[in-house]
């Protein structure tokens, strides 16, 4: 299974950003999908999840709630999260990860089993 995240970038304070993850290698459209970052000196964090083709209910960490969209295109085995009003506190490396097999969406990245490399996002105040 390969993750590759883009859409990344330098971006002012109340700005926005739409990442992309495709996935490859894996049926995409029956597994839970995540958004987690990890700011510098931080521990790697929740962001967003969605459920599975049949699911499609997302979870949210409590400070982009009503800012971030996670959504899915299973045709194209792609998992976007469009992030707006950002804040300087979203600066992290974001990465996507692939979760359990006909999953509701889950906050734990134990359970996350595969990862992307990762995009910057840097937002500036």
């Known amino acids: 299974v390969q993750l590759v995240e883009s859409g990344g970038g330098l971006v002012q304070a109340g700005g926005s950003l739409r990442l992309s993850c495709v996935s490859s290698?894996?049926?995409?459209?029956?597994?839970?999908m995540g958004w987690f970052r990890q700011a510098p000196g931080k521990e790697r964090e929740f962001v967003a999840a969605?459920?599975?083709?049949?699911?499609?209910?997302?979870a949210y960490t409590d400070s982009v709630k009503g800012r971030f969209a996670i959504s899915r295109d299973d045709a194209k085995d792609t998992v976007y999260l469009q992030m707006n009003s950002l804040k300087p506190e979203d600066t992290a490396v974001y990465y996507c990860?692939?979760?359990?097999?006909?999953?509701?969406?889950?906050?734990?990245?134990?359970?996350?089993?595969?990862w992307g490399q990762g995009t910057q996002v840097t937002v500036s105040s």
């Open positions: 969605i459920g599975w083709q049949r699911d499609r209910s997302t």
């Open positions: 990860a692939v979760g359990q097999l006909f999953s509701p969406p889950t906050v734990r990245a134990r359970e996350y089993e595969y």
């Open positions: 290698g894996r049926t995409f459209s029956s597994y839970c």
